[in-house]
C-alpha cells in the first residue's frame, strides 16, 4: 500500500528555519511529481508547491505566500521528498502535507502523509 | 490565480439526503477540477477528478458534473461517514488553488 510519512515539524521561532521530510515507500518514486499542502489550524487547505521528476529536470513551481523562502527537493535514491523552509512567520504555521500527484489526466493528488505540525512562534 | 468559490461553506443534513455543493471558479478550468474529502483530524482524500471521473474505491453516491466555471459534488444518499469537509481544487494551472471548503455537519 502507497505510504507517505511526514517528519520534521515542531516549534520555530519567527525568522527560523526548518526542513521537512516525506518518506515514500510502496510504489516508484522516481515516477511520481510531488506536491506539499499545508493547512493552518482551523483554516482551509493551502496549496504550497511542485516538484517534478528527472525527466522534467525537477523543476519546480511554488505558491505566491512561500516563493522565495521555501525550496522543494527530493531524492529518488532515498525516496524522500524535502520541504525547506526559511524565514518562517506566524502565518506559517500549519500541519504540512506531502501528496502523491496522480499521473493521470488532470494530475490530482491521489495520496496523502498524515501531515507533520509546524508552529512558528516565539 | 483563479480563484475558486465553494458555497454552501456549510451545510447541515440527515442521514439518508441528498446533498449538492457548487464549486465556482473565477474563468474557465474546462473540466480540470477535483474534490477531496477531509474526515476531522485525517488527511484529505481524493474522491473526484476533472470533474466527473470517481478515483478508485470512492462510492457510486458521490457523483460530481460541470465545465467551465460552475461545477457540483452530489451525494446522493448521505452516510454517517460522510459528515467531513470536502474541497475543490483546480488542476489547469499553477498555483493549484483550492476551495475554502464546505463542511457537512449532522442535523
Known amino acids: 500500500e502507497v505510504q507517505l510519512v511526514e517528519s520534521g515539524g515542531g516549534l520555530v521561532q519567527p525568522g527560523g528555519s526548518l526542513r521537512l521530510s516525506c518518506a515514500a515507500s510502496a510504489f516508484t518514486f522516481s515516477d511520481h511529481f510531488m506536491d506539499w499542502v499545508r493547512q493552518a489550524p482551523g483554516k482551509g487547505l493551502e496549496w504550497v508547491g511542485r516538484i517534478r521528476m528527472k525527466a522534467n529536470s525537477y523543476s519546480t513551481e511554488y505558491a505566491a505566500s512561500v516563493k522565495g523562502r521555501f525550496t522543494i527537493s527530493r531524492d529518488d535514491s532515498k525516496n524522500s521528498l524535502y520541504l525547506e523552509m526559511n524565514s518562517l512567520n506566524t502565518e506559517d504555521t500549519a500541519v504540512y502535507y506531502c501528496?502523491?500527484?496522480?499521473?493521470?489526466?488532470?494530475?490530482?493528488?491521489?495520496?496523502w502523509g498524515q501531515g507533520t505540525l509546524v508552529t512558528v512562534s516565539s | 490565480d483563479i480563484q475558486l468559490t465553494q458555497s454552501p461553506s456549510f451545510l447541515s443534513a440527515s442521514v439518508g439526503d441528498r446533498v449538492t455543493i457548487t464549486c465556482r471558479a473565477s474563468q474557465d478550468i474546462s473540466d480540470y477540477l477535483a474534490w477531496y474529502q477531509q474526515r476531522p483530524g485525517t488527511a484529505p482524500k481524493l474522491l473526484i477528478y476533472?470533474?466527473?471521473t470517481l478515483q478508485g474505491g470512492v462510492p457510486s453516491r458521490f457523483s460530481g458534473s460541470g465545465s467551465g466555471t460552475e461545477f457540483t459534488l452530489t451525494i446522493s444518499s448521505l452516510q454517517p461517514e460522510d459528515f467531513a469537509t470536502y474541497y475543490c481544487?483546480?488542476?489547469?494551472?499553477?498555483?493549484?488553488?483550492f476551495g475554502q471548503g464546505t463542511k457537512v455537519d449532522i442535523k
Open positions: 501528496a502523491r500527484v496522480s499521473m493521470v489526466r488532470g494530475s490530482p493528488l491521489g495520496y
Open positions: 481544487q483546480q488542476l489547469i494551472s499553477y498555483p493549484r488553488t
Open positions: 476533472t470533474t466527473s
